[in-house]
């Protein structure tokens, strides 16, 4: 079997404005102004959590308790998943076709996974995804190359026939640390230098089918 492996947030989904939201929600809640939504954009890719420490950093909020904000934003975020959030297009028929090509299909996402599953159920494409490993689905996640081998065992596939699609250097660096080929996703919110050592990118998910058909032609 081949298996295509995606990040969520900026390679499926479009969910800055709901994280922004619940940023600038949060750090409100401490009488503390809100970051852009091109500072969020920045913070986006560890998780939760250093998503929530590198707004309070950015906040200069040096006494407030990291591990209570986190457990507020979730609070937060948990209503708010989708509430403006969105499927990148062209996602779904990509992701139609892939299935439609005999590719299997996975998620390995820094998020929690109960959230992660929400947001894909509510875009009505849980069902195409035979695993998903989220940021909690394991002691460890991106870029530690575990994360990424723990989805793909999830999924019962193999390195050697596994692609990891994703838009921040941790994709990349999970995907090379496990032997993996990569797809940099330059429709994302990762600067071009985090497509170092990518196999390919390309700026459109519905590129993704024939640049993965290339990648695993010979394996």
């Known amino acids: 079997m081949r298996l295509m492996v995606f990040d969520l947030d900026g390679t499926l989904v479009d969910s800055l404005h709901d994280l922004s939201d619940c940023v600038g929600l949060l750090l409100a809640e401490y009488g503390l102004p ?8 920045s913070m986006i890719g560890d998780g939760v959590g250093k998503l929530v420490e590198r707004a309070l950093d950015h906040a200069n909020a040096k006494d407030i308790d990291r591990q209570t904000a986190i457990h507020r934003f979730m609070e937060i ?74 989805t793909i065992a999830l999924a019962k596939g ?6 990891m699609v994703g838009d921040h250097a941790n994709d990349i660096l999970a995907a090379r640390g496990a032997g993996a080929k990569s797809i940099f996703a330059r429709w994302g919110y990762g600067l071009p230098a985090y497509a170092d050592g990518a196999t390919a990118e390309t700026d459109r998910i519905s590129d993704i089918p024939v640049i993965a058909d290339t990648l695993l032609k010979d394996s």
Not at 158 to 163: C, D, G, M
């Open 77 to 150: 975020y948990g209503p708010r998943v989708t509430e403006r959030s969105r499927l990148f297009p062209g996602t779904k028929e990509t992701l139609n076709r892939l299935a439609e090509n005999s590719w299997t299909l996975a998620v390995c996402t820094n998020k929690p996974v109960a959230a992660a599953n929400n947001i894909l159920r509510t875009f009505g494409i849980l069902d195409l995804f035979a695993a998903v490993g989220g940021g909690d689905s394991f002691p460890v996640r991106k870029p530690d190359p575990a994360h990424l081998l723990g």
């Open 34 to 41: 809100a970051p852009s939504q091109d500072a969020v954009r």
């Open 158 to 163: 193999t390195v050697a026939r596994s692609i």
